[in-house]
């Protein structure tokens, strides 16, 4: 059987196999109905089966959101959307929320022509190799889809508060930590920590300079970020900061530079 799934989701051209709108829809009507089974299917508490779904800064997202959430919905599924969000982020929210399932888009480190679609089980972590084969095997073996008119259409409502959720998580989690003093330098690439990690360090206590945090959906990790830590390096021993973060656009890889 063809495999969709890499070692980091799936990963395209947007409006390419396999992140076409056709596939991108079929995507979602097979992670839908992965849910949908008896096997898979954990109670909720209202009942409802919901999906969060979170982006980085990539103009190709939006269009995959909506396809994607077109397939979810038409079996009857709820989506509940971030906007932009990092990577853990979005693995955070869908445990704190109680989302049956988590949808990253996102390429990660990649330039701003590609893109990707990661999952994340209800506990945060990402879908176990057997649940992408699951997905895989509804996608390819049933090409003719079930009767839609069966299911009520899900809902889509967005979760307004979602940087902030995660913002105050990160603080919590280092609450003990005081940064009055120091000064940190903050390389964002451009991507979905932009308006995140400058606020935690500040809110912290430190002094920041932030760079390269002005997303316009083509300039995500170009020639910034994790990728070019060379960058921050320079600018470190330029303005005698303390340490400093490099991250990737979807915030789950960074590099740190320290005073030297």
Known sequence: ME????????????????????MVFKIGKAIAHLLLSKK????????????????DTRLSCQRIEVVFASGITSYGVDVLSTGIIPTPGLAFLTKELKADIGVMISAS?????????????????KLSQFEEEQIEKFIFSYPVAPD??????????SI?????????????????????????????????LSNIAPVVFKDLGAEVISINDEPNGQNINL?????????????????????????????DR???????
């Open 3 to 22: 495999r969709l799934f890499g070692t980091d989701g799936i990963r395209g051209i947007p409006g390419e196999y396999p992140l076409s709108d056709g």
């Open 40 to 55: 898979y299917r954990r109670k909720t508490t209202d009942g409802n089966l919901k999906i969060i779904m979170g982006k």
């Open 109 to 125: 480190h990649n330039r701003a022509e590609e893109n990707g679609i990661k999952l994340f089980s209800d506990s945060g972590y």
């Open 148 to 157: 839609l008119s069966l299911y009520n259409s899900g809902s889509v409502s």
């Open 160 to 192: 307004e508060d979602g940087q902030k959720r995660y913002i105050d998580f990160l603080k919590s989690v280092a609450a003990p930590l005081e940064l009055n003093g120091l000064k940190i330098i903050t390389d964002c690439a451009h991507g979905a």
């Open 223 to 251: 020639n910034c970020g994790a990728l070019h830590p060379q960058n921050l390096s320079k600018l470190v021993s330029k303005y005698k900061a303390d340490i400093g973060f490099s991250f990737d656009g979807d915030g």
């Open 254 to 260: 960074l590099i740190l530079t320290d005073e030297k």
